[in-house]
């Protein structure tokens, strides 16, 4: 089976940076993805690691270490509207299938 | 930007009832998804649809489920006899390929209440 865990949340201050990470079991892996989520809607596509290294998109970078099964998404220059939750998935069954983190609350304060 | 789309947003249905939840795939995709998310909780998948045919579904998804795409752009998720512990989002989500890179993109939710 798999299992992704998270810290369930996560407080920062307007302007810092977070890091959130996550550790994995799985059978079989091809790569994390990171979604983001806020209150009652969608889940919306972040990132996706496939291989060693953090991969940048603007603000928010993300980092996958294969040999750890460990990853994290990290936010830079934290704005209020960031405040959301973030999951890490892994795709299984050659992609037909999302298997999600538990989720981690991100509250951005003043 | 394409998107996909849900309808209803909210339903409320008594127990034992059928409900039938409706989404709109973006049209060039050719895998559809249903998940769904009890409050507070993860998202959790539900099954996997491509040409037609179930690509994979999870233990959740037992006989009282069941997908269609009766036509070129709706896929549906029936819910038959329906249980308290059944009142949560559900998301449909549609890929383009299906790849483990490839991305989800996922609809606004119908929330389902079922007393």
């Known amino acids: 089976g798999q299992s992704l865990e998270q810290p369930s949340e996560v407080t920062a201050v307007e302007g810092a940076i977070v890091q959130i990470n996550c550790t994995y079991q799985t059978s079989g892996f091809y790569g994390l993805s990171w979604y983001q989520q806020h209150d009652g809607g969608a889940p919306t596509f972040l990132s996706y690691n496939a291989l060693d290294g953090l991969e940048e998109t603007g603000r928010f970078s993300s980092f996958l270490s294969r040999s750890d099964s460990y990853g994290y998404l990290l936010l830079q220059e934290l704005q209020m509207k960031d405040s959301a939750s973030y999951f890490c998935a892994v795709p299984t069954g050659g992609g037909n299938k999302l298997t999600f983190g538990t989720g981690t609350q991100l509250k951005v304060e003043l | 930007e394409p998107e996909v789309t849900q309808t209803p947003s909210h339903q409320v249905t008594q127990m034992g009832q059928e409900v039938i939840l409706r989404c709109v795939p973006i049209?060039?995709?050719?895998?559809f998804y249903w998940y769904r998310q009890i409050l507070g909780q993860k998202v959790e998948f539900l099954v996997s649809f491509y040409n037609n045919e179930i690509s994979e579904k999870s233990e959740i998804f037992d006989d009282q489920f069941s997908v269609e795409r009766p036509d070129g752009s709706n896929f549906t998720l029936k819910i038959r006899s329906t249980k308290l512990e059944d009142s949560a989002m559900y998301f449909c989500?549609?890929?383009?390929?299906?790849?483990?890179?490839?991305?989800?993109?996922f609809g606004p939710g119908t929330r389902l209440t079922v007393t």
């Open positions: 049209s060039n995709h050719l895998y």
């Open positions: 989500a549609s890929s383009g390929t299906g790849g483990e890179s490839d991305e989800q993109y």
